[in-house]
């Protein structure tokens, strides 16, 4: 019967040895969870400000890989990283690619019990501009699909009849002279995309479209009064995303097939509506990328890690 008294507290005992010898593995193992969810934390923070980085810096590939640099580093800093956090940032081969690399050192509040200070926390991106393939906003002026594509290129929109009838014009979302002159000034708002067939709008339109046209030249030196084809903002009007257009079948008002698409510079417009113009590489807002597309010098900027 003594032994059967004594047996509770023996139990007691050694439960009280173990919470002893337990208690600060898990006292360890809580405080290794509280700054473990710390560092998750501050993870999600770097990688958002890497992708938002990278894709801001891609918009600039790949005709200023400089500014592409900068502008990432900026779009880094803006989402609450300190300048010593970005490791490096470096446009790759060929100008079509962008990676920035982030890295913080987080303190510990909780595992400097088990002699553990800080830890480090990485992080990148890499951002790449593919040809597209489809484009929301794009200006209703073709340009034949078999111009010979080079950056800084002058193309003349408007000088030469592509078709019986046809200088050039599109109807998109709509027809007439009204419809054509707010879709030069604002964009089509439609979604147009490689195969597409489209309807031209026959004749020149002369002073609509010289009126569009000017609104454009007159907002872009607004915007960016020293923007030229070679140095501009981002959102200068007078950068042109267009259709590349096979006009074999134009004749009046009929339908053509959508080739691909090109970023166009504005810079003047005649008293016979020819458009002088200049091919450029742009990032085109709004559009989709298509690997298999023709590159004419539109692209989309698309994370790829």
């Known amino acids: 019967m003594r032994s059967l008294r004594k047996h509770p507290r023996s139990q007691r005992g050694q439960i009280v040895a173990l919470l002893a010898i337990c208690l600060p593995m898990l006292i360890g193992s809580v405080a290794l969870g509280a700054d473990v969810a710390v560092l998750y934390f501050n993870w999600q923070l770097l990688q958002a400000a890497a992708d938002c980085a990278a894709s801001a810096g891609a918009s600039y590939l790949p005709s200023y890989p400089a500014l592409a640099i900068s502008t990432a580093n900026a779009f880094a800093e803006k989402n609450g990283i300190a300048a010593n956090e970005i490791v490096s940032t470096t446009v790759l081969a060929n100008n079509t690619e962008i990676n920035i690399q982030i890295q913080r050192i987080v303190p510990y509040d909780f595992a400097i ?68 002159e707010q ?62 257009v096979d006009f074999s079948t134009a004749k009046g008002r009929s339908q053509v097939l959508v080739k691909g698409f090109a970023a166009l510079w504005l810079v003047s417009v005649d008293n016979n509506d020819n458009i ?25 900027a698309v994370l790829i890690q």
Do not use: C
């Open 113 to 180: 019990l088990v002699g553990l200070t800080t830890g480090t926390v990485s992080a990148q991106a890499t951002a790449q501009i593919q040809t597209i393939g489809a484009a929301i906003g794009i200006t209703p002026i073709g340009v034949d699909f078999q111009t010979p594509y080079s950056y800084g290129q002058v193309v003349t929109l408007m000088q030469d009849q592509v078709g019986p009838g046809d200088w050039g014009p599109l109807a998109l979302g709509g027809t007439g002279a009204s419809n054509l």
């Open 183 to 244: 879709n030069i000034e604002y964009g089509y708002q439609g979604q147009v995309a490689v195969g597409d067939e489209i309807t031209t709008e026959p004749g020149q339109k002369v002073g609509p479209i010289r009126s569009a046209f000017n609104f454009l030249i007159n907002e872009g030196q607004s915007v960016d009064p020293g923007g030229t084809f070679a140095s501009h903002t981002f959102n200068d009007p007078r950068v042109l995303i267009v259709p590349m």
């Open 276 to 300: 002088q113009t200049y091919f450029i590489d742009q990032v085109a807002p709004g559009s989709t990328p298509d690997s298999t597309a023709p590159n004419y010098g539109a692209y989309k």
